[in-house]
């Protein structure tokens, strides 16, 4: 610990008797300070032992005294040492009751004992203990780098939790509470969530101490991670400020946890192209050899039902549409293959998107294949998974977020995040399920959602996408000439075809349900056929003609 006033005031060679504020001894000396002036406060920094002969003093003045005693303790002076046998044979009794009104500790410092004496002993006394915590902050190394390496992060923080006599939490990348030490800081630290979340925003390293009436303890929460937007966050709580040695085993066990949470950009880089190469397979229909190269590291992912999930960023290009309108044109081809590319910077949808997708899989234990794909992320998930629920619930807070922006406004037909689900698939079946994700995305972005499920466009009708604008000019120009023939008065063939199509061309009912005769139904038909050049004995004539009726009457959805 640092010299005290007790602790010089027991110095044996320096022979200094107390004589006033003997109960404030115990008060740490941060320097030995000498000065005659008059008014020495403007070059104190508070924490000195002053030392004086009372050259320039009226030290039996007691109004001067006072005063002079007064402003050294709103300095942060914390004791007075007088040297006697130079200026006065022994102390003035009007400094000694200045000094024991205010309460500032006073030395008397016998003639024999220089001023450079009490200096050096406490410039000694300091070093020993800047000596001590340096020992102390290797020997806490140590022990945390053997924790780390032995007991991974769990020990790691049982033993910083142990060297600042208080508690340690690490927190995830989405702000969850990984491990804490001892077991009740568990309940501490979950309520520190949104002070970690507001640390998230702010580009690492960053800190912040959580403290106050409301608080039992002070907290101090360090961000982790060496990229502009933390992957992890550390909290440790202690009933006062560390000291040196504590503040060593802080700093150790954030470089520490630092290594083990960021991973290096070449594993991070490996695992992308594995993952991608995974990918590549499955959607190419070699699920084995897909297994074979995953191996421990996504091989349980593949035996189990999965979702696959594509998302795409607000800033996808005009390039990627009109690839994704070509993939579909071509029909069953597998669609190409995800090449690896970097995540996306701090504010980027997607990179948010995957960290709460990996946060939430790693928390449950889960394995999952994320393969950052330029604007787009694919995501290989377990069904009814964590990721999956993460993925699902990110979307909806998303959308939740974006009906409070747009309540008085109409949807925009892109936003910041587009997500598309598939249904449950297995291994031989991911290009079917990439496929059905791609839709569900198509169909998100049409419709001005976060995320589509690809079963809720199954379990739905396909009426509702007859209101596509493009589907209704498709109906507008297959009917115009039908609508053209009956504004002339010539005839109704535009009712005459509903009726006799939803009677799926029964001459009889259909043409009780115009009100006319069976022989005037058929000549309209004829006439439709006329109009149109095309034959309704074909039923591909008519179920365009069926969905083009539909489509002018349907209502948007």
């Given at each position: ?21 003997e ?10 300070h ?7 406060v ?6 000195e ?6 050259l ?8 001067a ?7 050294l303790?709103?300095?942060g ?10 200026n ?67 020990g ?15 927190y ?7 491990a ?9 630290a ?5 002070e970690?979340?507001?640390l998230?925003e ?7 101490v ?10 101090e929460?360090h961000?982790l ?10 909290a440790?709580g ?7 040695a ?7 066990a ?7 949470t960021?991973r ?12 991608a190469?995974?990918l590549?397979?499955l ?21 189990a ?13 005009a ?31 997607l ?10 899989a ?14 787009r992320?694919v ?11 993460a ?19 109409p ?6 995040l ?11 079946a ?9 839709q ?18 199954a ?7 007859l209101?596509d604008?493009?589907?209704k ?27 006799w ?7 009889d009912a ?21 109009i ?16 083009a ?9």
């Amino acid at each position: 610990m640092p010299p005290t006033l007790a602790s010089l005031a027991h110095h044996s060679a320096l022979k200094l008797t107390v004589r006033a504020g003997e109960d404030r001894l115990d008060v740490p000396v941060r320097w030995a300070h000498v000065s005659e002036l008059a008014d020495p406060v403007p070059y104190m920094e508070g924490g000195e032992l002053l030392l004086i002969t009372a050259l320039k003093l009226d030290a039996e003045d007691p109004e001067a005294m006072r005063r002079y005693v007064k402003r050294l303790v709103g300095a942060g002076v914390v004791g007075l040492g007088f040297a006697v046998g130079v200026n006065y044979d022994e102390i003035p009794a009007a400094l000694v009751d200045a000094c024991a009104e205010e309460g500032l500790p006073l030395l008397e410092v016998p003639r024999r004992t220089p001023f450079l004496a009490i200096s050096k002993a406490v410039s000694a006394a300091i070093a020993a203990d800047q000596y001590r915590a340096v020992t102390a902050g290797f020997a806490a190394q140590r022990e945390l780098t053997k924790q780390a390496l032995n007991a991974g992060p769990e020990g790691l923080l049982g033993a910083l939790a142990a060297q600042v006599d208080g508690w340690a939490a690490l927190y995830d990348a989405a702000g969850a509470v990984v491990a804490a030490a001892p077991e009740w800081a568990g309940r501490r630290a979950a309520r520190l969530t949104a002070e970690v979340e507001r640390l998230r925003e702010r580009p690492a390293p960053a800190s912040v101490v959580v403290g106050g009436p409301e608080h039992e303890d002070r907290v101090e929460l360090h961000s982790l991670g060496t990229g502009r937007r933390p992957r992890a966050a550390l909290a440790v709580g202690t009933a006062a400020a560390p000291g040196t040695a504590e503040r060593y085993a802080v700093h150790s066990a954030i470089a520490l946890l630092t290594l083990t949470t960021e991973r290096s950009r070449s594993l991070h880089a490996a695992e992308q192209r594995i993952g991608a190469a995974v990918l590549r397979m499955l959607l190419a229909g070699e699920p084995d050899h897909a297994r074979a190269v995953a191996g421990d590291l996504y091989g349980g992912l593949l035996d189990a039902p999965f979702r696959l999930i594509v998302a795409e960023s607000a800033s996808a290009t005009a390039a990627r549409a009109h690839a994704d309108a070509h993939a579909r044109v071509k029909g069953d081809r597998p669609p190409p293959a995800p090449a690896p590319a970097a995540p996306g910077a701090a504010g980027d949808p997607l990179a948010a998107l995957a960290e709460s997708v990996e946060a939430a899989a790693a928390h449950a234990g889960e394995a999952v294949l994320v393969v950052p794909e330029g604007e787009r992320l694919v995501v290989l998930a377990a069904d009814q998974g964590a990721a999956v629920t993460a993925c699902v619930d990110h979307a909806a807070a998303l959308e939740s977020a974006r009906a409070v922006e747009t309540r008085d406004q109409p949807p925009a037909e892109d936003g910041e995040l587009v997500v598309g689900l598939s249904a449950p698939a297995g291994p031989i079946a991911a290009a079917a399920a990439y496929k059905q994700a791609e839709q569900a995305l198509s169909v998100a972005r049409r419709r001005g959602r976060v995320c589509v499920e690809h079963e809720q466009l199954a379990a739905g009708s396909v009426l509702p996408l007859l209101a596509d604008d493009a589907v209704k000019a498709f109906a507008d120009g297959l009917l115009r000439a039908l609508h053209e023939h009956d504004a002339t008065g010539r005839g109704d063939l535009v009712a005459s075809l509903r009726a006799w199509l939803s009677r799926h061309g029964q001459w009889d009912a259909a043409a009780a349900d115009l009100g006319v005769h069976r022989h005037t139904l058929r000549y309209r038909m004829r006439r439709v056929e006329e109009i149109l050049g095309r034959s309704l004995d074909d039923p591909d004539v008519r179920m365009e003609l069926w969905l083009a009726l539909k489509a002018t009457s349907a209502e948007p959805s």
